[in-house]
């Protein structure tokens, strides 16, 4: 049943990990080119991936209950409880930032251009200026995916190294 487990987890964060941290990007490309309609469709697939990948989490939990003994397992074993607290840092960011920002892209800028959008759109940072309303979140979207992916090439090395 171990076996079982451990295929499901990986064939899990190859098929739904993987697109949840790539989407994003492929919005970014999207957005360049004005298709907000392929924004908006990219928008939900992400937050489908994004809550699927937690079905990946729930099977790592699994596989650390079915353990051998030998291996003195549990969720308090470093590696283990970083790579939870890693691909939930991931999840939370994915929904509360990189999400939200491809969703204000996909419905266009006060100006109604893409390109408008794309060219004035900033990073938002605690206590920093944020772009104006109606502005898109390309630098958002940037920068929260590519600390999402980050994070879950840590958690694949922590997977494959148990430090």
């Known amino acids: 049943m171990d076996t079982l487990f451990a295929v499901l987890h990986v064939v899990g964060a190859v098929f739904i990990v993987g697109p949840m941290a790539i989407l ?57 409880l970083a790579s939870i607290v890693l691909s939930l840092a991931a999840v939370v960011l994915n929904l509360a930032l990189v999400v939200p920002a491809m969703k204000r892209a996909a419905a266009g800028t006060a100006s109604g251009t893409a390109t408008d959008a794309v060219a004035s759109s900033t990073v938002a940072v605690a206590g920093a200026p944020t772009a104006s309303p109606g502005r898109s979140g390309y630098a958002v979207i940037s920068a929260g995916s590519g600390v999402v992916s980050l994070l879950l090439l840590a958690v694949v090395v922590l997977m494959v190294w148990k430090p």
């Not at 991936?49 to 291996?71: E, H, K």
């Open 24 to 80: 994003p990007m492929t919005a970014m490309r999207a957005l360049r080119s004005g298709q907000l309609a392929q924004v908006a469709t990219l928008a939900k697939s992400t937050t489908i991936f994004t809550y699927l990948s937690l079905v990946v989490i729930v099977l790592g939990f699994g596989l650390v209950g079915m353990a051998d003994p030998r291996y003195e397992l549990s969720l308090t074993t470093p590696w283990v």
